[in-house]
């Protein structure tokens, strides 16, 4: 399983981010997947998921109308558009193979990590 997560990087209040997440070493299209994120200091919290097909999608209360989890299926690829960002939004966002309910504890299907900060 190899999950390999881009477009980190700084912005500023009210700036917007694309996470992409690429996928291999499994049937992408088969798995459930998810993102969560570690702010310094701070536990890992789960931010987003997304079923096989991308028809169900679920967001943390503290993203919710801010952020939109999607896959493209053809790509074996994961994305989390992130938009209205907030200074809390600053975590290092992982990349999940596992459901909602088992994302946090899944660590042996997180990705590497893309750091996104967001200051003014």
């Known amino acids: 399983v190899q999950l390999v997560e881009s477009g980190g990087g700084m912005v500023q209040p009210g700036g917007s981010l694309r996470l992409s997440c690429a996928a291999s070493g499994f049937t992408f299209s088969s798995y459930d997947m998810s993102w969560v994120r570690q702010a310094p200091g701070k536990g890992p919290e789960w931010v987003s998921g997304?079923?096989?097909?991308?028809?169900?999608?679920y967001y943390a209360d503290s993203v919710k109308g801010r952020f939109t989890i999607s896959r493209d299926n053809a790509k074996d690829t994961l994305y989390l558009q992130m938009n209205n960002l907030k200074p809390e939004d600053t975590a290092l966002y992982y990349c999940?193979?596992?459901?909602?309910?088992?994302?946090?504890?899944?660590?042996?299907?997180w990705g590497q990590g893309t750091q996104v900060i967001v200051s003014s």
């Open positions: 997304i079923n096989t097909s991308g028809a169900y999608t």
């Open positions: 999940v193979r596992a459901p909602p309910h088992a994302a946090v504890a899944s660590t042996r299907y």
